[in-house]
C-alpha cells in the first residue's frame, strides 16, 4: 500500500468497510510512514512519581519525531478499569500515530469500585471531585510537572485521552485542571453533570450503540449537556462517517463518534482524535 499521510489516511477511512478494511488500513498506517520516512521504534522509559509519599507510575514514550521550537505535544492516556498501561500502549500504539508527541501512558491504583469489580481490587481512577482525596488529579500534577521538565513539551499543547474508567477521570481533569489542557478525548465514559461550570474545552466523545457496561443513552445524555456547556451551533454541524463536529465559542468544539459497537475504543477513532488534538491549542 502506498504512503498514507495522516490526513488522507483519515478520509480513506470514511470508504471503507466496516470493521475489517478500516483495520488494515490502520495497521497500514502504523506499519508504513508518510513521505518515505522509516518509522521509528520508541523505547519506551518507566518513570515513578512520588505522590502523598506514594509511588505512582508512568510509560513515557518520548517523541520520535522532531518537536516544533516550541516544544512537543505532550498525551496523557489513561486505561480503563483494570488495565495495564503496557497492553494499553500496544494497543492504542499513539507513540506511532503520531511520533511527534512525547506519549505518557500512566498507571492507575486499586481502590476503586468498579462495574465488574465490587471489591475495587483492581487499579482504576478516582471518578468524581474530592473522591479518595484526589489522589490521581495529584498524580497529573506531579506527573505534568517533571515531565515537562525533563522533555521540551509544549505548554499550550497538553491533551489526555481516556477509556471507560479512564474517560470518566478525563473528564474530572477537566472540571479540576481544565486550565493545564488543550483538549481532551473520552471513550465510553462521559462527564455528564459534572461538567456544569467547568470551562469550556475542546472534546472528541466516543460512545457505542451496544454498550453493555456503561448506558449508551446515558453517555447520550452527556454529549447533551457538553453541548449546551459549549454552545456549539448546530446549524454549522459536519458529518463524515460516524463523526459529526460542531463548532462551539472561543474556538472550541464537539466532536462525537457515535459508533454501532460496544464498550471498546474503536481503532478507526484513534488516528480521528490523533488529528482532532492537533488542531487545539490552548487558548
Not at 497500514?28 to 518513570?47: F, H, L, M
Not at 470551562?199 to 457496561?213: N, V
Request: charged share 20%.
Amino acid at each position: 500500500m502506498k504512503h498514507i499521510t495522516l490526513l488522507s489516511f483519515a478520509a480513506a477511512l470514511w470508504l471503507a468497510p466496516l470493521p475489517i478494511a478500516q483495520h488494515q488500513l490502520i495497521q497500514a498506517y502504523i506499519q508504513t510512514p508518510p513521505n518515505g520516512q522509516t518509522r521509528n521504534e520508541v523505547t519506551p522509559v518507566s518513570k515513578t512519581f512520588l505522590v502523598d509519599s506514594h509511588p505512582r507510575t508512568a510509560l513515557v514514550y518520548p517523541n520520535s519525531a522532531p518537536a516544533p521550537k516550541t516544544g512537543a505535544p505532550l498525551l496523557l492516556v489513561f486505561h480503563g478499569h483494570g488495565g495495564r498501561v503496557e497492553g494499553t500502549a500496544r494497543r492504542f500504539n499513539l507513540q506511532q500515530l503520531w511520533p511527534e508527541a512525547v506519549v505518557v501512558y500512566l498507571q492507575g491504583l486499586p481502590g476503586v469500585v468498579g462495574i465488574t469489580d465490587a471489591e475495587g481490587k483492581l487499579p482504576g481512577w478516582q471518578k468524581n471531585s474530592g473522591e479518595l482525596g484526589d489522589r490521581d488529579v495529584k498524580f497529573v500534577d506531579a506527573a505534568l510537572e517533571q515531565i515537562q521538565k525533563q522533555y521540551q513539551t509544549d505548554p499550550n499543547r497538553v491533551y489526555a485521552l481516556g477509556h471507560s474508567n479512564g474517560a470518566r477521570f478525563v473528564n474530572v481533569l477537566w472540571k479540576m485542571r481544565g486550565e493545564k489542557f488543550a483538549a481532551f478525548c473520552s471513550s465510553s465514559g462521559q462527564g455528564g453533570l459534572m461538567l456544569r461550570g467547568a470551562t469550556p474545552k475542546p472534546i472528541f466523545i466516543i460512545a457505542g450503540e451496544k454498550d453493555q457496561l456503561v448506558p449508551y443513552q446515558g453517555q447520550v445524555m452527556s454529549v447533551e449537556l457538553t453541548r449546551r456547556l459549549l454552545e456549539t451551533d448546530s446549524s454549522k454541524a459536519k458529518t463524515e462517517g460516524y463523526t459529526r463536529t460542531e463548532p462551539g465559542i472561543n474556538g472550541t468544539e464537539l466532536v462525537t463518534y457515535l459508533h454501532p459497537g460496544g464498550h471498546e475504543f474503536p481503532p478507526a477513532a484513534l488516528p480521528l482524535a490523533v488529528k482532532f488534538f492537533q488542531r487545539h491549542t490552548k487558548r
